[in-house]
T-cell receptor, first 114, second 113 residues
Framework: AQTVTQSQPEMSVQEAETVTLSCTYD???????LFWYKQPPSRQMILVIR??????QNATENRFSVNFQKAAKSFSLKISDSQLGDTAMYFC???????????FGDGTTLTVKP | EADIYQTPRYLVIGTGKKITLECSQT?????MYWYQQDPGMELHLIHY?????STEKGDLSSESTVSRIRTEHFPLTLESARPSHTSQYLC???WGTGWSPLHFGNGTRLTVT
């Protein structure tokens, strides 16, 4: 069984600044995958970034990067140079290796202010 | 651009009605999922399928049922809708191992009066 916890229900950031969203997880799997998804208001949920648990190097995708601390079971998302279009609900998720079943956290609503 | 389609987008129905939420994907993904999401809340897995004629119940108990007769189609049915079924239902698909991300539809927001 997997659990995912996002301790920040809501966050806000000024445009062009940097913000970090927190996520902790627990799993009994020896190998697993971690994801951040973005759900803009009334729009489709999409992938932001992903990380394989056996890789120590933190994943980066343009302005998005993660801080993966395997021993602490922590997987935070850093958004640099925040843009108005980053306003969305962000979900942290953990997937097992076999079927790709994903467990999601409660989500963090991020508002980017002009 | 969505390659996974859900219809209807919004549905308001009365208690006791039978409804089917449609989900289709054009990507040839073998794995498909239904999640239930209350407003501003986490997603709960209610059904999943690893391929044709394969369906399993998810972590959250649901009175709904699903079928997977064709790879691309994964409809969810409620035989008798109740106000407690009011929620958003998200369909998703993927392929391969857990490394492959989920592709989500736009969701169906169901209101049962």
């Amino acid at each position: 069984a997997q659990t995912v916890t996002q301790s920040q229900p809501e966050m806000s950031v000024q445009e062009a600044e940097t913000v970090t969203l927190s996520c902790t997880y627990d799993t009994s799997e020896s190998n697993y995958y971690l994801f951040w998804y973005k759900q803009p208001p009334s729009r489709q949920m999409i992938l932001v970034i992903r990380q394989e648990a056996y890789k120590q190097q933190n994943a980066t995708e343009n302005r998005f990067s993660v801080n993966f601390q395997k021993a602490a079971k922590s997987f935070s998302l850093k958004i640099s140079d925040s843009q108005l279009g980053d306003t969305a609900m962000y979900f942290c998720a953990c997937a097992d290796t076999n079927a790709g079943k994903s467990t999601f956290g409660d989500g963090t609503t991020l508002t980017v202010k002009p | 651009e969505a390659d996974i389609y859900q219809t209807p987008r919004y549905l308001v129905i009365g208690t006791g009605k039978k409804i089917t939420l449609e989900c289709s994907q054009t990507m040839g993904h073998d794995k498909m999922y239904w999640y239930q999401q209350d407003p501003g809340m986490e997603l709960h897995l209610i059904h999943y399928s690893y391929g044709v004629n394969s369906t399993e119940k998810g972590d959250l108990s649901s009175e709904s049922t699903v079928s997977r007769i064709r790879t691309e189609h994964f409809p969810l049915t409620l035989e008798s809708a109740r106000p407690s079924h009011t929620s958003q239902y998200l369909c998703a698909s993927t392929w391969g191992t857990g490394w492959s991300p989920l592709h989500f539809g736009n969701g169906t927001r169901l209101t049962v009066t």
